[in-house]
């Protein structure tokens, strides 16, 4: 199929196509990929754009990986509070605690392990999106994450007998373990079936959810304990 070819746009909703356009582009190419190869030049290709016409409407391809970035802690945020909420008000008794701990823990990390591209863009993040874009942009992005970060907390704290700063940690953790696990897993590339076919390298292949459900229910078993 032959990608659009798009002339300039002239009009707020016109831009505002464009941006779409590449921001799915971006996604595709990326989930299919994963975040590291693709170029900007993969990304105008497939909107039938040029390489140049491509800044007008980003200042960087690490602007629009940081954009999906955002766009994926709003996603992510909404679902695991709904989730949560749900699973508040079917909460266990206090007999019940450590299951209540567990299942939250399950939670956070299956929502996280559902979405590939976030915890692909969670690694890459902070070890380069924000350090190819401006200031502006960092900060759009940060106010837009620590914003869903908190209101996770938030939804922590009502369902677990957690301080703030608590929840907040184990927001934390969770996010950063998805993004360092799912790097490790290396899910979908030639690296993981070498892992898998190499007897030698078995410890090597790692299994993200069950692995990061493991992880938090220790952490939020021993705040809850405290």
Known sequence: ??????????????????????????????????????????????????????????????????????????????????????????????????????????????????????????????LNLERGVSFAAVKSFKLTAIAEAKAVSAALSAILPLTAAQAGDAVATATAMAGALWQMAAPGTELRGFYEETPELAHAVVDVGPRLTDILTALLRGYCAG
Not at 27 to 42: F, K, M, N, Q, S
Not at 56 to 78: C, D, G, H, P
Not at 96 to 120: E, H, K, N, Q, Y
Request: with cysteine; net charge neutral.
């Open 1 to 126: 199929m032959t990608p659009p070819t798009f002339e300039r746009a002239r009009s707020a909703e016109a831009k505002r196509v464009r941006e779409t356009a590449i921001l799915e582009a971006a996604t595709l190419l990326a989930t299919e990929r994963g975040v590291r190869p693709v170029t900007l030049t993969d990304i105008a290709a497939a909107v039938g754009m040029h390489k140049s016409a491509m800044l007008r409407y980003f200042e960087t391809r690490e602007e629009i990986f940081l954009r999906l970035s955002a766009n994926a802690w709003t996603e992510w945020s909404t679902d695991v509070r709904n989730q949560l909420d749900r699973l508040h008000r079917h909460r266990p008794t206090a007999d019940g605690a450590s299951a209540g701990i567990s299942a939250v823990a399950a939670v956070l990390a299956d929502t996280l392990v559902a979405r590939p591209l976030f915890c692909d863009l969670l690694a890459h993040t902070p």
